[in-house]
């Protein structure tokens, strides 16, 4: 039994579980609250969840672990960036729509209460088809390169990400809180979301318990938008196409013996992927209250692709459960590392422990033995 | 040396997993010797090559039973490497050649000449230089010996196929020790030019007092270059002599016959069907279920040039042939699971080639030979594996509204795979079980269901018994003949081994060098089919050889 | 972290009593290394022994070239001191140069700093009185071996005592 | 047709290359002398590293990202040698001594890896230099001064253990490039290069149609062309003639009793520990080490710069090497210039250059798989042998 689910589980894992475990067990004799930490957790959980959920696609496609993720954030960058670019302009024709229509109440709402929301969703509407026609094109590649996708998708997020750095100092953005102040053009490395959508999904329905012995901060918004997400995934996986998808992924040979469109397929899970790389972006920048250009989306790919793994999915096989749990353990560890360690030995060992548990765990990943055929 | 024979075998014996592959086999070979050995697919051939050059295989299922003796001296090869030591040298059938390198190269692979090197010993051998000039010389004396013309300095990946194969030989050659040298099939891939080259340089090789031992399937040839003829039948070794005392007929019929073992029932031939013995008349009556004409594959080394037959509704049709002739590629290229070319039409209507949507569309489902690589799901449960393909293309096992949403039925998958694992018994612990923890057998069953569950009107299955065991070999040939008689489905059966073929079919077509050799009733006495893989009936016309 | 500074102590002391630099004793841990790694196998016994022998000659010629290395590429900081010492007194003014280089002015309590570079030096001191006149120039080659820091008392120097490192004997 | 398609790809990346730089050249208003000298010391400072990832390529493990492995090792020679305070020539040599076991080690480790990785040898080796990048910083941040005795205390934090973010090497700095001296001046510049280290005497050439003089690092030059005929000494020799075999063809090798794992590991080694040996030259140009980050450029630079020479992921020549130092620099030395006299901009000629390696690196992987994937099919096609004739 005890054997089994050890075997179902993976020693590297319960390992890292443990060792979790551990660590929130040993907080409260260092000094670390233990309810401050979980709230850290989930709410890093919730950041970084969507991004997780980007990688189940192409796994699920057999294009191997989504290194390319940076191309869809930075369709989410752009998405964010327009939104505010165009806030006003938004708001201003969506008001015009409420006086065309003579709902007055409703006009109100999208000036006040609605705002932040609107930009929010402006900002998903406008990255969503940005991220599609990326991920068709994308998709499109790494049909012709088969057998090679991780080490490509690597190389096309690092020179998109390097390409887009030289996009954001020439393209004619005019917002004053997102350009340079002293040239008036080219974007800022960090573009603060505050009065646009700051805490739009994590402040919604917040539990935040703050009494003197209890510091609990819950962020229910946004582990709803994660489960929201993560069901459409999981709804998605259920269909003709989604199963279709996970054929394809376990055997194109099989699923093209079957009359599937095998390229098609693929090219469908890179979208999804990059769609959800960019809207799990901008889910993660609601939270941190910071978009990050430039060289920031640069190794956004190795965390979410460490906490899959982590989670049990290998480079062929994921699901929703692997995301769950391996998000859920890697943003732990993030949380836990540096005040539990750092306290107890009082150095930051933190950024090393994170280089050598994510990578490790890729490595982990890679050197397995897949099954013949492949 | 004294008396004792370069090689002698005694009473060798093999069984996989209580499968019995080879039993009592005993022969010698003396230096200078050409021996031709020649079975069917399946006779043990392999199995005898593995023992003799100690592939781990051979060890990693149980040893083998008898002796071997070289020079009288009892030996056990562990690894081929043992068994290069004592100078036996094999020329395989697929190419083991380093494209980039030239003849030399490859001639010397891993025996290069060397330099000596004062470092060899820091580091070793492997840091001295190669010397090209005494590798070249070396290549060329080996290349000599053949008697062909090939530069040492020719980059295989340039030469023609015929010469692959020379270097290949050279390279055995080479090796200094060399005394007994076996070639599977080397003239397979040879013009009839290449051929008698070969064979004018294999009796030079022979002279200078290295044994041969030649495996092909090429009877002619076999008889004009081999002094002794050893016919090995489902493991048995049928014969052991002179090749003059032999014609090829009557070898073709040793390694095919079975005359004494009477068929016991002949299939009952339906009236739909028509052969081209009985019934010519109502023949232009009854639409073919099938009609292929001058179809052409390109499925990587069953290749089929051109092939014409009919088959026709209700029929249970065969293709055998031996492997490596293309009738592989016949169900495959039709499927359009491989390049394919020319027409294809069922009942009347063109089949659109090359895409197997419009093959499944057509209500024709397939079982691959390629079990594992092409037929099942191995990290997928059973119920994905039988259902997936009616699924996805007959919209069966979803819920919703087709095109915009659709989601799949998981109760009525497992429903559907319950009901065929009674049906067909698989052993299994449910519908939710992986594929790839079933045995052979029972894997063959799922692949048979996930066809049944399209509800075909043609079948086309691909070596269905290949590595599964007795009991389930009868069940799943008793299943195609069940579901024939019941459904009055069209079946067209591809296999290696004859005899399966004649139980179950009506006719059988012989596939020979990618073409059609010849289309006979099952009942024909299996002789006749033996000559026809041999490629015999066409030579005879041609009026080269005559027994 | 308290054991490893306990197994650190252990090991210390132990380099200490038989005056072993820890920088030897890193480099011995090396040698274990390169020898480790140049296990041969699957040989036949002379070739075995051959290249056991010709590695062996190999991996400390190496170590010897290190060491070597270690002993003429070792930089030390050699302190000019002038200050009183064991009854000598502070010189009014010298110049000192290392090896050649750029000279040190010192005037009494003063304290300096030269690198040189290898086992040995040459010091060269001029000793100058009130007046600024040169009185008279000691030229002295000094062996430092592996030491990495060394003070030379200069009035110690002066006075033409063979011990004129500091702490004096 | 094939023919063509396949010149235009071989050299498509060179070519693009050439035509920037003839465009950026005359935008950047550097001198033809301001030029060639930077070059020099690029050539000097970069072509070791990058010829220490010829022999993977050969032995057909595609470009090996796990080379930083080698720059890690050496950091650590020349973080000992710092400590003790070894200069010139000997500390170089000694952090060689130094650097090496550990890289042996680290490429074993390496090779072992990578032979479980069969088939993705690239992205594992890439994985694997972050990996092994947090066992370094916990070496050096944690252990240096802790377990690891380190005694000179300017080479620590503050805090007691850990190394400083950027060590100075100063005794070892341009040691090699300067061993010997050597100018090439146009007849103006005779006179100012006279007092250059100390009065020593230099080789001195003039040639009578340079403005301004070049310093040669004649000596680092040396080493390197060592170094190449060390590569094709190293061709010739069985193991070289084994690795290439392998490259081809794994299978075939294995079945001619080639030892193909144990092979691609010392593949492997023998390049990590020249790129331990590449990192010490490169750094001792550079003069300072950045303990956390110098290794991390060493791999993309030096792969990008390898393709941009014209080299593919399964096949690269000494040749390669230099054409791609060459224009891989020249582009780094005129880009940000000519972006800025071009743009206005001098930023943009920085993302640029960080862009062009990226994205270079990207398409010869992308022209790779597609190559090989397209060879396969072919490859297939000839197996049908005489048979598939129509």
Same mark, same amino acid.
């Given at each position: 039994?005890?054997? /089994?689910?050890?075997?179902?589980?993976?020693?590297?894992?319960?390992?890292?579980?443990?060792?979790?475990?551990?660590?929130?067990?040993?907080?409260? #004799?260092?000094?670390?609250?233990?309810?401050?930490?979980?709230?850290?957790?989930?709410?890093?959980?919730?950041?970084?969840?969507?991004?997780?959920?980007?990688?189940?696609?192409?796994?699920?496609?057999?294009?191997?672990?989504?290194?390319?993720?940076?191309?869809?954030?930075?369709?989410?960058?752009?998405?964010?960036?327009?939104?505010?670019?165009?806030?006003?302009?938004?708001?201003?024709?969506?008001?015009?729509?409420?006086?065309?229509? /003579?709902?007055?109440?409703?006009?109100?709402?999208?000036?006040?209460?609605?705002?932040?929301?609107?930009?929010?969703?402006?900002?998903?509407?406008?990255?969503?088809?940005?991220?599609?026609?990326?991920?068709?094109?994308?998709?499109?590649?790494?049909?012709?390169?088969?057998?090679?996708?991780?080490?490509?998708?690597?190389?096309?997020?690092?020179?998109?990400?390097?390409?887009?750095?030289?996009?954001?100092?020439?393209?004619?953005?005019?917002?004053?809180?997102?350009?340079?102040?002293?040239?008036?053009?080219?974007?800022?490395?960090?573009?603060?979301?505050?009065?646009?959508?700051?805490?739009?999904?994590?402040?919604?329905?917040?539990?935040?318990?703050?009494?003197?012995?209890?510091?609990?901060?819950?962020?229910?918004?946004?582990?709803?938008?994660?489960?929201?997400?993560?069901?459409?995934?999981?709804?998605?996986? /259920?269909? /003709?196409?989604?199963?279709?998808?996970?054929?394809?992924?376990?055997?194109?040979? #099989?699923?093209?013996?079957?009359?599937?469109?095998?390229?098609? $397929?693929?090219?469908?899970?890179?979208? $999804?992927?990059?769609?959800?790389?960019?809207?799990?972006?901008?889910?993660?920048?609601?939270?941190?209250?910071?978009?990050?250009?430039?060289?920031?989306?640069?190794?956004?790919?190795?965390?979410?692709?460490?906490?899959?793994?982590?989670?049990?999915?290998?480079?062929?096989?994921?699901?929703?459960?692997?995301?769950?749990?391996?998000?859920?353990? #890697?943003?732990?560890?993030?949380? $836990?590392?540096?005040?539990?360690?750092?306290?107890?030995?009082?150095?930051?060992?933190?950024?090393?422990?994170?280089?050598?548990?994510?990578?490790?765990?890729?490595?982990?990943?890679?050197?397995?033995?897949?099954?013949?055929?492949? | 040396?004294?008396?004792?024979?370069?090689?002698? %075998?005694?009473?060798?014996?093999?069984?996989?997993?209580?499968?019995?592959?080879?039993?009592?086999?005993?022969?010698?070979?003396?230096?200078?010797?050409?021996?031709?050995?020649?079975?069917?697919?399946?006779? @043990?051939?392999?199995?005898?090559?593995?023992? %003799?050059?100690?592939?781990?295989?051979?060890?990693?299922? @149980?040893?083998?039973?008898?002796?071997?003796?070289?020079?009288?001296?009892?030996?056990?090869?562990?690894?081929?490497?043992?068994?290069?030591?004592?100078?036996?040298?094999?020329?395989?059938?697929?190419?083991?050649?380093?494209?980039?390198?030239?003849?030399?190269?490859?001639?010397?692979?891993?025996?290069?000449?060397?330099?000596?090197?004062?470092?060899?010993?820091?580091?070793?051998?492997?840091?001295?230089?190669?010397?090209?000039?005494?590798?070249?010389?070396?290549?060329?004396?080996?290349?000599?010996?053949?008697?062909?013309?090939?530069?040492?300095?020719?980059?295989?990946?340039?030469?023609?196929?015929?010469?692959?194969?020379?270097?290949?030989?050279?390279?055995?050659?080479?090796?200094?020790?060399?005394?007994?040298?076996?070639?599977?099939?080397?003239?397979?891939?040879?013009?009839?030019?290449?051929?008698?080259?070969?064979?004018?340089?294999?009796?030079?090789?022979?002279?200078?007092?290295?044994?041969?031992?030649?495996?092909?399937?090429?009877?002619?040839?076999?008889?004009?270059?081999?002094?002794?003829?050893?016919?090995?039948?489902?493991?048995?070794?049928?014969?052991?002599? =002179?090749?003059?005392?032999?014609?090829?007929?009557?070898?073709?019929?040793?390694?095919?016959?079975?005359?004494?073992?009477?068929?016991?029932?002949?299939?009952?031939?339906?009236?739909?069907?028509?052969?081209?013995?009985?019934?010519?008349?109502?023949?232009?009556?009854?639409?073919?279920?099938?009609?292929?004409?001058?179809?052409?594959?390109?499925?990587?080394?069953?290749?089929?040039?051109?092939?014409?037959?009919?088959?026709?509704?209700?029929?249970?049709?065969?293709?055998?042939?031996?492997?490596?002739?293309?009738?592989?590629?016949?169900?495959?290229?039709?499927?359009?699971?491989?390049?394919?070319?020319?027409?294809?039409?069922?009942?009347?209507?063109?089949?659109?080639?090359?895409?197997?949507?419009?093959?499944?569309?057509?209500?024709?489902?397939?079982?691959?030979?390629?079990?594992?690589?092409?037929?099942?799901?191995?990290?997928?449960?059973?119920?994905?594996?039988?259902?997936?393909?009616?699924?996805?293309?007959?919209?069966?096992?979803?819920? @919703?509204?087709?095109?915009?949403?659709?989601?799949?039925?998981?109760?009525?998958?497992?429903?559907?795979?319950?009901?065929?694992?009674?049906?067909?018994?698989?052993?299994?612990?449910?519908?939710?079980?992986?594929?790839?923890?079933?045995? @052979?057998?029972?894997?063959?069953?799922?692949?048979?269901?996930?066809?049944?569950?399209?509800? =075909?009107?043609?079948?086309?299955?691909?070596?269905?018994?290949?590595?599964i065991d007795i009991g389930a070999k009868t069940l799943v040939l008793d299943t195609l003949k069940q579901y024939n008689k019941e459904n009055g489905t069209t079946i067209i059966i591809t296999s290696s081994e004859l005899e399966e073929l004649r139980s179950v079919c009506n006719r059988i077509a012989i596939v020979d060098e990618g073409k059609i050799a010849g289309i006979l009733p099952a009942s024909n006495p299996a002789e006749d089919f033996g000559m026809l893989m041999m490629g015999q009936v066409r030579n005879e016309e041609e009026g080269e050889f005559s027994a | 972290m308290t054991m490893f500074n306990e197994?650190?102590?252990?090991?210390?002391?132990?380099?200490?009593?038989?005056?072993?630099?820890?920088?030897?004793?890193?480099?011995?841990?090396?040698?274990?290394?390169?020898?480790?790694?140049?296990?041969?196998? &699957?040989?036949?016994?002379?070739?075995?022994?051959?290249?056991?022998?010709?590695?062996?000659?190999?991996?400390?010629?190496?170590?010897?070239?290190?060491?070597?290395?270690?002993?003429?590429?070792?930089?030390?900081?050699?302190?000019?001191?002038?200050?009183?010492?064991? &009854?000598?007194?502070?010189?009014?003014?010298?110049?000192?140069?290392?090896? &050649?280089?750029?000279?040190?002015?010192?005037?009494?309590?003063?304290?300096?700093?030269?690198?040189?570079?290898?086992?040995?030096?040459?010091?060269?001191?001029?000793?100058?009185?009130?007046?600024?006149?040169?009185?008279?120039?000691?030229?002295?080659?000094?062996?430092?071996?592996?030491?990495?820091?060394?003070?030379?008392?200069?009035?110690?120097?002066?006075?033409?005592?063979?011990?004129?490192?500091?702490?004096?004997? | 047709?094939?023919?063509?398609?396949?010149?235009?790809?071989?050299?498509?990346?060179?070519?693009?290359?050439?035509?920037?730089?003839?465009?950026?050249?005359?935008?950047?208003?550097?001198?033809?002398?301001?030029? !060639?000298?930077?070059?020099?010391?690029?050539?000097?400072?970069?072509?070791?590293?990058?010829?220490?990832?010829?022999?993977?390529?050969?032995?057909?493990?595609?470009?090996?990202?796990?080379?930083?492995?080698?720059?890690?090792?050496?950091?650590?020679?020349?973080?000992?040698?710092?400590?003790?305070?070894?200069?010139?020539?000997?500390?170089?040599?000694?952090?060689?001594?130094?650097?090496?076991?550990?890289?042996?080690?680290?490429?074993?480790?390496?090779?072992?890896?990578?032979?479980?990785?069969?088939?993705?040898?690239?992205?594992?080796?890439?994985?694997?230099?972050?990996?092994?990048?947090?066992?370094?910083?916990?070496?050096?941040?944690?252990?240096?001064?802790?377990?690891?005795?380190?005694?000179?205390?300017?080479?620590?934090?503050?805090?007691?253990?850990?190394?400083?973010?950027?060590?100075?090497?100063?005794?070892?700095?341009?040691?090699?490039?300067?061993?010997?001296?050597?100018?090439?001046?146009?007849?103006?510049?005779?006179?100012?290069?006279?007092?250059?280290?100390?009065?020593?005497?230099?080789?001195?050439?003039?040639?009578?149609?340079?403005?301004?003089?070049?310093?040669?690092?004649?000596?680092?030059?040396?080493?390197?062309?060592?170094?190449?005929?060390?590569?094709?000494?190293?061709?010739?020799?069985?193991?070289?003639?084994?690795?290439?075999?392998?490259?081809?063809?794994?299978?075939?090798?294995?079945?001619?009793?080639?030892?193909?794992?144990?092979?691609?590991?010392?593949?492997? !080694?023998?390049?990590? !520990?020249?790129?331990?040996?590449?990192?010490?030259?490169?750094?001792?140009?550079?003069?300072?080490?950045?303990?956390?980050?110098?290794?991390?450029?060493?791999g993309m630079f030096s792969i990008a710069a390898l393709l941009i020479g014209g080299a593919s992921v399964s096949k690269a020549t000494i040749a390669n090497v230099f054409a791609g130092v060459i224009l891989f620099h020249l582009m780094f030395i005129v880009a940000p210039v000519a972006g800025k006299n071009l743009i206005g901009d001098a930023q943009i000629g920085e993302y640029f250059r960080v862009f062009v390696s990226y994205g270079i690196i990207a398409i010869a992987l992308v022209l790779h798989a597609w190559r090989r994937n397209r060879e396969r099919e072919a490859a297939r096609r000839s197996l049908r042998g005489n048979k598939g004739d129509e």
């Amino acid at each position: 039994m005890i054997k /089994k689910f050890i075997e179902n589980a993976g020693w590297p894992r319960i390992i890292i579980a443990l060792f979790l475990l551990a660590l929130f067990v040993a907080a409260p #004799f260092v000094g670390v609250r233990v309810d401050t930490s979980l709230s850290n957790t989930l709410v890093r959980f919730g950041m970084n969840g969507v991004m997780v959920l980007a990688m189940i696609p192409m796994v699920q496609a057999g294009c191997g672990l989504n290194f390319g993720l940076p191309l869809g954030i930075i369709a989410g960058l752009l998405g964010a960036t327009l939104s505010i670019e165009w806030n006003s302009e938004i708001l201003a024709k969506l008001s015009e729509l409420g006086t065309l229509y /003579k709902i007055s109440w409703l006009n109100d709402l999208f000036l006040t209460t609605w705002r932040e929301p609107i930009g929010f969703a402006s900002a998903i509407i406008i990255a969503v088809p940005i991220a599609a026609i990326l991920g068709w094109f994308y998709g499109k590649l790494l049909n012709r390169v088969k057998g090679d996708e991780m080490m490509i998708a690597t190389y096309v997020g690092f020179s998109s990400v390097s390409f887009m750095c030289i996009a954001w100092l020439l393209l004619p953005y005019k917002h004053p809180t997102m350009v340079w102040g002293y040239a008036g053009k080219g974007l800022r490395t960090t573009i603060s979301v505050e009065g646009y959508w700051l805490h739009v999904l994590s402040d919604a329905l917040a539990l935040d318990i703050n009494t003197e012995n209890i510091h609990l901060y819950v962020p229910t918004g946004m582990l709803i938008f994660f489960a929201f997400v993560a069901l459409i995934v999981w709804i998605f996986m /259920k269909t /003709k196409t989604g199963t279709a998808m996970t054929a394809v992924g376990s055997n194109p040979e #099989f699923a093209r013996a079957s009359g599937v469109n095998v390229d098609r $397929m693929r090219t469908i899970a890179v979208m $999804m992927s990059t769609i959800l790389g960019a809207v799990g972006i901008i889910v993660y920048e609601q939270s941190f209250g910071f978009i990050q250009l430039y060289m920031g989306p640069f190794y956004m790919a190795l965390p979410a692709v460490a906490s899959i793994l982590l989670g049990g999915a290998s480079v062929n096989k994921a699901g929703i459960l692997n995301v769950i749990v391996g998000t859920f353990l #890697f943003q732990g560890i993030l949380t $836990m590392t540096p005040s539990v360690i750092n306290s107890y030995l009082q150095t930051d060992m933190s950024e090393v422990i994170r280089l050598i548990v994510s990578n490790g765990m890729i490595l982990y990943a890679l050197t397995r033995k897949v099954r013949a055929g492949r | 040396m004294g008396n004792n024979p370069l090689l002698r %075998l005694e009473h060798i014996g093999k069984e996989y997993y209580g499968n019995r592959v080879l039993s009592d086999i005993s022969f010698d070979i003396n230096a200078g010797e050409i021996i031709g050995l020649v079975g069917e697919n399946g006779a @043990g051939k392999s199995t005898l090559l593995n023992i %003799l050059f100690g592939m781990p295989v051979i060890a990693s299922t @149980g040893g083998y039973e008898g002796s071997i003796q070289i020079d009288g001296r009892k030996v056990s090869f562990t690894s081929p490497n043992q068994a290069l030591a004592h100078g036996i040298g094999m020329v395989h059938q697929e190419f083991s050649l380093i494209p980039g390198f030239t003849a030399a190269e490859n001639i010397l692979l891993n025996r290069e000449v060397l330099n000596a090197s004062s470092m060899r010993y820091i580091f070793s051998e492997r840091v001295s230089t190669l010397d090209r000039e005494a590798m070249n010389g070396r290549a060329r004396s080996a290349i000599h010996t053949l008697g062909v013309n090939i530069s040492p300095d020719m980059i295989v990946s340039e030469m023609p196929v015929g010469y692959k194969q020379f270097i290949e030989i050279a390279r055995e050659i080479d090796r200094k020790n060399t005394r007994l040298l076996f070639l599977d099939e080397p003239t397979a891939v040879l013009a009839e030019s290449e051929a008698e080259i070969l064979i004018t340089a294999l009796k030079k090789l022979a002279a200078s007092g290295i044994a041969i031992v030649f495996i092909s399937h090429r009877l002619s040839e076999v008889k004009e270059l081999c002094g002794r003829i050893l016919v090995l039948r489902d493991g048995r070794l049928i014969t052991d002599q =002179p090749s003059y005392t032999l014609s090829t007929r009557q070898i073709a019929s040793l390694m095919v016959g079975r005359e004494s073992v009477r068929r016991e029932e002949t299939p009952e031939v339906t009236e739909t069907v028509s052969t081209e013995t009985d019934a010519p008349k109502k023949k232009k009556k009854i639409r073919p279920a099938l009609k292929v004409e001058h179809l052409w594959v390109d499925m990587p080394g069953e290749t089929v040039r051109d092939v014409s037959f009919e088959v026709m509704k209700g029929e249970i049709f065969g293709i055998g042939g031996l492997a490596g002739h293309g009738k592989l590629a016949i169900p495959n290229g039709i499927m359009g699971l491989y390049p394919a070319g020319g027409t294809v039409k069922t009942f009347g209507k063109k089949l659109t080639l090359n895409k197997p949507r419009a093959a499944l569309g057509k209500k024709m489902a397939f079982v691959s030979e390629d079990r594992r690589g092409v037929g099942l799901l191995l990290d997928e449960p059973l119920d994905w594996n039988i259902t997936f393909t009616a699924m996805q293309t007959q919209g069966r096992f979803l819920v @919703g509204i087709p095109y915009i949403f659709q989601m799949r039925n998981d109760l009525a998958m497992r429903k559907e795979a319950r009901k065929f694992i009674d049906q067909l018994s698989i052993k299994c612990t449910g519908p939710s079980q992986k594929a790839g923890e079933l045995s @052979g057998g029972n894997q063959q069953k799922v692949c048979l269901a996930k066809a049944f569950v399209l509800r =075909p009107d043609i079948l086309l299955i691909c070596e269905p018994t290949r590595g599964i065991d007795i009991g389930a070999k009868t069940l799943v040939l008793d299943t195609l003949k069940q579901y024939n008689k019941e459904n009055g489905t069209t079946i067209i059966i591809t296999s290696s081994e004859l005899e399966e073929l004649r139980s179950v079919c009506n006719r059988i077509a012989i596939v020979d060098e990618g073409k059609i050799a010849g289309i006979l009733p099952a009942s024909n006495p299996a002789e006749d089919f033996g000559m026809l893989m041999m490629g015999q009936v066409r030579n005879e016309e041609e009026g080269e050889f005559s027994a | 972290m308290t054991m490893f500074n306990e197994y650190w102590e252990i090991v210390r002391t132990f380099l200490d009593a038989y005056g072993v630099s820890y920088e030897l004793a890193g480099l011995i841990v090396l040698v274990l290394i390169w020898l480790l790694l140049f296990l041969g196998r &699957g040989l036949s016994f002379f070739r075995f022994l051959m290249r056991w022998y010709q590695r062996l000659i190999i991996v400390t010629g190496l170590v010897a070239l290190g060491f070597w290395l270690f002993y003429v590429g070792r930089e030390h900081q050699i302190l000019l001191d002038n200050k009183n010492v064991n &009854g000598l007194k502070a010189l009014e003014q010298v110049n000192v140069s290392i090896n &050649g280089g750029e000279s040190a002015e010192l005037m009494p309590g003063d304290r300096d700093m030269r690198k040189a570079v290898g086992p040995e030096f040459e010091v060269k001191a001029e000793i100058l009185d009130d007046n600024g006149e040169v009185v008279s120039t000691i030229t002295k080659t000094v062996k430092i071996g592996c030491v990495k820091n060394m003070t030379i008392s200069l009035p110690a120097l002066a006075a033409g005592s063979e011990d004129f490192t500091l702490p004096l004997k | 047709m094939r023919k063509i398609f396949d010149i235009i790809a071989n050299n498509a990346v060179p070519a693009v290359f050439i035509i920037i730089s003839a465009f950026a050249i005359p935008l950047s208003g550097y001198s033809a002398s301001y030029l !060639v000298q930077e070059l020099l010391t690029r050539i000097g400072r970069n072509s070791f590293l990058i010829l220490s990832l010829l022999i993977p390529i050969m032995a057909g493990m595609g470009l090996n990202f796990g080379m930083v492995l080698g720059a890690m090792a050496g950091q650590i020679g020349l973080l000992f040698i710092c400590d003790w305070g070894i200069v010139g020539i000997p500390g170089m040599v000694l952090a060689c001594l130094i650097g090496t076991p550990i890289a042996i080690v680290l490429g074993i480790f390496c090779g072992h890896v990578l032979n479980r990785a069969k088939g993705r040898e690239m992205v594992t080796s890439y994985i694997l230099g972050f990996f092994i990048n947090g066992v370094y910083q916990m070496t050096v941040l944690y252990l240096m001064g802790w377990i690891i005795p380190i005694t000179n205390p300017t080479l620590l934090l503050s805090r007691g253990y850990g190394v400083r973010n950027a060590v100075s090497l100063l005794g070892i700095r341009g040691i090699l490039d300067n061993l010997i001296p050597t100018i090439i001046t146009g007849t103006q510049g005779t006179a100012q290069f006279v007092n250059i280290n100390g009065g020593k005497s230099f080789i001195m050439m003039q040639l009578p149609f340079l403005e301004g003089s070049i310093r040669i690092p004649l000596a680092t030059l040396i080493v390197i062309a060592l170094f190449c005929i060390f590569i094709v000494w190293f061709r010739k020799t069985k193991l070289g003639q084994d690795m290439r075999a392998i490259g081809q063809s794994q299978s075939v090798a294995d079945s001619a009793g080639i030892p193909v794992n144990r092979t691609r590991i010392i593949a492997i !080694v023998i390049s990590t !520990v020249l790129a331990c040996y590449g990192q010490i030259i490169y750094l001792q140009n550079m003069g300072t080490l950045n303990t956390y980050n110098s290794h991390d450029q060493a791999g993309m630079f030096s792969i990008a710069a390898l393709l941009i020479g014209g080299a593919s992921v399964s096949k690269a020549t000494i040749a390669n090497v230099f054409a791609g130092v060459i224009l891989f620099h020249l582009m780094f030395i005129v880009a940000p210039v000519a972006g800025k006299n071009l743009i206005g901009d001098a930023q943009i000629g920085e993302y640029f250059r960080v862009f062009v390696s990226y994205g270079i690196i990207a398409i010869a992987l992308v022209l790779h798989a597609w190559r090989r994937n397209r060879e396969r099919e072919a490859a297939r096609r000839s197996l049908r042998g005489n048979k598939g004739d129509e």
